[in-house]
Every structure is written in C-alpha cells, then in structure tokens.
C-alpha cells in the first residue's frame, strides 16, 4: 500500500500549519546566498555540468547554502518529498564508486547484455567520476502518494496505468530541486552534475549512506571547484521545443 502523505492539491496544502523547525523564504537564504550576486538569466544560462573538479574543500556552509536555495523548489502538495546526504569522506565516495563498478561487472556478465561492453564501458566513464569530487550530494526521494493516486490505486490501475495520469510528481518534484541546487553551485562559483547512472548501484549506496527510512537513491551530485574551462553544450531552437495552439 502507498503510504497516505499529502494531496497535490494546493487548496488542501494552504490549509496545513507550517511544521516546526519550517524556515520562511527568508531564512533560507543564508547569509553565504544572499552574497550570489549574478543573475538568474545569468546563473541559468552559463551553467553546464562540470565532470572534473579540484581537490579544494567546500565549506559546509556553502552545501547548506546549496540545499537550503533548492529546497525553496515548487513541489507536489508541498509534501518536500526529499533527504540529502553531503558525503565528503573520501573513502566513502571511492566504495560508492566501487559499488556501481560492481553493478555495472554484474550487467557485463549476463547473456542479455552480450554484446553490450562498449555501451557499459560508456556508462562507467559517465558513472563514476563523482568519486574525485570534494563533496557528493545523495539526493534521495522519499515515500509520496496524494489522494489522486490513492484513488487510481483504489480503481486498480496498474502502476503503468497510474504513471500516465500522474507523471511521478514526487521525482518531479525532485528535479526542481536538483536544478535548483545545481544552478545555486554555479552561481556560488562551484561545479556540480546531476548525475543518474550511478543509480544503478541504488541498493548498494542506499546500504552506504544509511537514508531515512523508506528513503530511495534519486540522483548523485558531486559538486567543487571546477578544474578547467567550463565547457557548455547546445541546445534545440526554440521552434522545436515550444509549439502554440
Ligand atoms: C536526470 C539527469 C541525469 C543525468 N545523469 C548524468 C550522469 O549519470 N552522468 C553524467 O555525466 N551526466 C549526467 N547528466 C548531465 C547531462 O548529461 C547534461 O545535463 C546534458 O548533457 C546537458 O549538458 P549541460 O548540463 O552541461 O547543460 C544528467 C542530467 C540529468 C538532468
């Protein structure tokens, strides 16, 4: 059964009292963020993902700065359906990196992939280089389910039947945050990458990093100075993306 959180309706949320220990928008922005001087146009459009970082340390101040700006996400009945965990010991971030290693050498020994090495030596490069950043964001998403998807579970819809009418709006939720967090780095002068290959290996780094319960891997997000030019990719026109009616 899914556990009864919030409803993603906002009507139903603005009638909720603020929780204890809730921080007002103004709060969140510590005194670190409030030094970002750039831009949103700004912050936005020059950020791109930075792969390559160096060893200098970031400050916990700065992390906090991060998550408290990416957690001002918009997100479903405002349920905040997430837990980060910073992990900046080294031995640490090298046995997540072996765990998905190790995910990865099991899908390279199964007759379904034969065939596959140079699709999963790609993955491995793209994988695990979060291991060589100072600090690594865990990004979990926690256990969400509104009124409108206890409904289609109590219809009986199959889960696929209830991720076409609904769309994960937990991981959506999720990924305002993330953008948030990675454009809050770049602003703050750091490099980050959302990174979800690593998410192979959830159980493993799950075990690792010891979650809340109920708390699933999301994403990975090393994040330091960058080492080296950034690099930015393209994107498609306008005209591709955006349609009228
Ligand atoms: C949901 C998501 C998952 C991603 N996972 C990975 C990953 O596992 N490894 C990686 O190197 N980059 C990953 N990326 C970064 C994308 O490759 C990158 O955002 C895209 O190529 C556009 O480049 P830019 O971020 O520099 O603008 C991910 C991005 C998103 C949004």
Request: charged letters at 25%; one cysteine or more; a neutral charge.
């Amino acid at each position: 059964m899914i556990p009864r959180e919030h409803a993603d309706d906002p009507r139903e949320a603005a009638g909720r009292q603020p929780s204890r220990g809730a921080t007002s928008p103004d709060a969140a922005i510590d005194a670190r963020a409030a030094l970002i001087r750039v831009s949103l146009a700004e912050a936005v459009a020059a950020r791109c993902s930075v792969r390559r970082f160096l060893p200098d340390p970031v400050p916990h101040d700065d992390v906090e700065a991060m998550v408290g700006l990416a957690v001002r996400a918009a997100n479903a009945g405002n349920a905040q359906p997430w837990h980060f965990v910073a992990v900046e010991g080294e031995d640490l971030r090298h046995e997540m990196a072996e765990a998905v290693h190790a995910a990865l050498d099991v899908m390279a020994g199964l007759p379904e992939c034969a065939g596959r090495g140079r699709a999963i030596r790609a993955i491995r490069t793209h994988a695990t280089f979060f291991a060589d950043a100072p600090v690594v964001v865990a990004v979990f998403v926690m256990p969400y389910a509104s009124q409108a998807d206890e409904l289609l579970v109590a219809r009986g819809l199959s889960t696929d039947e209830r991720d076409r009418l609904r769309q994960r709006p937990d991981l959506q939720s999720l990924g305002a945050a993330v953008q948030l967090m990675v454009t809050a780095a770049h602003a703050m002068g750091y490099g980050a990458c959302w990174m979800t290959a690593p998410v192979l290996a959830a159980p493993a780094i799950e075990e690792l990093l010891a979650p809340p319960p109920g708390a699933r891997l999301a994403a990975l997000m090393p994040i330091g100075r960058p080492a080296g030019r950034l690099r930015h990719s393209t994107r498609r026109p306008l005209d591709e993306v955006l349609s009228w009616r």
